[in-house]
């Protein structure tokens, strides 16, 4: 079974998204982001976070492929940014 980055990295979005997301990323503050995206108001751990970020992106991917109307780019863009963001924690964290 793959760790938590194993999975981040096998996934494919398109090119835009990731590309938005990693400016996004440079930038990246944890306390707000988290608490906007997530709904917490206890910040959970990295890799906890990391799990529920990939759980919403699914949701967001799926909507995006079904052309749901309901799909708003600014979000899949903003969760995507702290799914980096919370990698990049977790990868520090390990060294």
């Known amino acids: 079974m793959k760790d938590v980055l194993g999975l981040l990295e096998d996934l494919r979005r398109p090119r835009l998204l990731i590309s938005a ?6 930038e990246y503050r944890r306390s707000p982001c988290l608490r906007r995206v997530l709904g917490h108001a206890t910040l959970p751990r990295p890799g906890q976070a ?3 970020l990939m759980e919403i992106e699914a949701e967001l991917d799926e909507r995006r492929r079904g052309q749901d109307a309901t799909y708003a780019v600014s979000r899949h863009v903003e969760v995507l940014t702290a799914m980096m963001g919370e990698a990049r924690l ?3 964290a390990a060294r």
């Open 90 to 92: 977790l990868r520090e």
């Open 50 to 52: 990391l799990m529920s």
């Open 21 to 26: 997301a990693r400016i996004g990323a440079q």
